[in-house]
């Protein structure tokens, strides 16, 4: 019997070390793969003053960051065992959900699935826009870090201090970032600006403000500039979103049903093991090179095994009659994919911005679609997924020219009004490697696109400290002491009938 434990302890103790190897093999492999990957900034053209090593340096680690209450992780478990777990749900259970949204939870298409419990807060104005909030000042569970307002990043002070440049960075997914990546985009854009302005031994300091949060559309985000970023009074505010409101169904009219015998068919819903194996990726970088290896014996029929896009039916794209693709009237009311809205909006963001002393600056949007593209059908799986399963039915060649006249009007709408446009689009490198699907990027290309939008940037605020507008003489002039009260309570609740 003892030699029997011996033998096991040993073998435990092997296959421990050998994959604690593997995963260190796996991890060097993977920084090797980002070398060469980085490589793609010497594309990006550094504007003055900037030092190539910066790319390098990373944001300090945020003093914020602590541990999740144990209830949290409880919560996480009883979203496991309800096996409603597609999308963000287990991101949901930490999200404040506005209470005008919410309504009956009972009643709610989505909310009604979550374990009997939900964080709510009360809006100002009775508004269902924006449709939640994170928690302020927590660390949760996937590893998302919020300061006293709810957004991703280290503590700001409420009233703003001299010698300070604050810039507040809005938008969805693209914005806020992965909640477990280490940093978002918008950190390594202030933490280079302060290298920058070191380096010009400048006696100020940049803020920033990621106000950003996924699967929100331009009207959350005005709502969010007006009650959330505002009263915070930032110098400026960077708009970058482009797909939550992205609906080809705008110019195509009659669109075909999905035909089974041309698409393929969408996988079953996973199973413990595969969403054991989604969050261990997340971590682990031999999980994440197992659910890769684990994915090309799960290709459907049907689907060129070469990458290349899927076969889709047959669909006419309508344009609006009269528009011009090249040169848009930005004012007619019938622009495709949501861009009316979206305008509407951006000039609410806009007056609210400039109400409190700041301006607004606009990017545009990366996608990442081209006619004729063809992947790796294994490595970048999930591009593939994204591009012809989640925009099914449509075509690689209208969602690109759908995105490039988005970015068309975006550029146009920012010249009309005399706002910084920051053609993110322009530079930002079209490698694969740099992408999770065809808008959200790995941490590698999340970099790429804040040393992108910091090159971008870098003009406009040697132009404001040259003027003198920046940094304000007195920033903190007529705030409030402190910023409004955010105060989630909890919802309990218990739904008669279990939904279907």
């Known amino acids: 019997m003892r030699n029997f434990l011996k033998n096991t302890l040993l073998v435990l103790v092997s296959i421990a070390l050998c994959t604690a190897a593997a995963e260190g093999v796996a991890r060097w492999l993977e920084v090797t793969d980002d070398a060469d990957v980085a490589a793609r900034l010497d594309e990006i053209p550094r504007a003055a003053g900037v030092q190539r090593a910066w790319y390098f340096d990373d944001p300090a680690p945020l003093p914020n960051r602590g541990k999740a209450p144990p209830e949290w992780y409880e919560l996480v478990r009883r979203v496991e065992a309800s096996g409603h777990t597609e999308g963000t749900r287990r991101a949901d259970m930490f999200k404040a959900w506005n209470s005008a949204f919410v309504g009956d939870p009972c009643s709610h298409p989505y909310l009604r699935v979550a374990p009997e419990h939900l964080f709510v807060y009360d809006p100002p104005d009775g508004n269902p826009h924006p449709r939640y909030r994170f928690m302020p000042n927590a660390t949760l569970p996937n590893g998302l870090v919020t300061n006293a307002y ?140 197992l659910r890769t290896l684990l994915a090309a014996t799960d290709t459907p029929a049907g689907v060129p095994v070469d990458g290349g896009e899927w076969p889709k039916p047959a669909y006419d794209l309508v344009w609006p009659a009269g528009v011009d693709e090249r040169d848009p009237d930005i004012g007619r009311p019938d622009l495709p994919i949501s861009l009316p809205v979206i305008l509407r909006d951006l000039d609410r963001i806009r007056a609210t911005t400039e109400s409190v002393g700041g301006e607004l600056a606009l990017a545009s949007f990366v996608w990442l679609v081209k006619d004729g593209m063809v992947l790796n059908p294994i490595r970048h799986r999930q591009i593939l997924e994204y591009l012809n399963k989640s925009y099914a039915p449509f075509r690689y060649r209208d969602l690109e020219r759908l995105a490039a006249f988005q970015n068309r009007v975006f550029a146009k709408y920012a010249a009309a009004n005399h706002l910084t446009f920051l053609d993110v689009a322009r530079l930002m490198p079209r490698d694969p490697d740099l992408f999770v699907d065809a808008i959200h990027n790995t941490q590698t290309g999340v970099r790429l696109q804040g040393w992108v939008v910091f090159q971008e940037l870098l003009p406009l605020v040697e132009k404001k400290l040259a003027s003198g507008a920046w940094p304000k003489a007195d920033p903190g002039a007529g705030m409030p002491s402190e910023n409004p009260a955010f105060a989630p309570r909890e919802l309990n609740f218990t739904c008669k009938t279990p939904p279907a």
């Open 150 to 289: 709810g957004f991703r990043g280290p503590p700001v002070p409420f009233v703003r201090t001299p010698k300070t440049v604050r810039i507040a960075f809005v938008g969805a997914s693209t914005t806020v970032g992965a909640h477990h990546f280490p940093s978002s985009y918008p950190e390594y854009v202030g933490h280079w600006l302060n290298l920058w302005a070191a380096s010009k031994r400048l006696d100020l300091r940049f803020e920033v403000l990621n106000a950003g949060r996924e699967s929100i559309g331009s009207t959350d985000i005005e709502t969010i500039v007006r009650q959330e970023v505002a009263p915070l009074r930032p110098d400026l505010v960077i708009y970058y979103e482009g797909a939550n409101q992205f609906l080809l169904n705008t110019v195509v009219p009659a669109l075909p049903r999905p035909d089974n015998r041309v698409l393929p068919p969408l996988p079953p819903p996973k199973g413990a093991g595969a969403r054991w194996l989604d969050e261990a990726a997340k971590h682990f970088t031999l999980a994440r090179r």
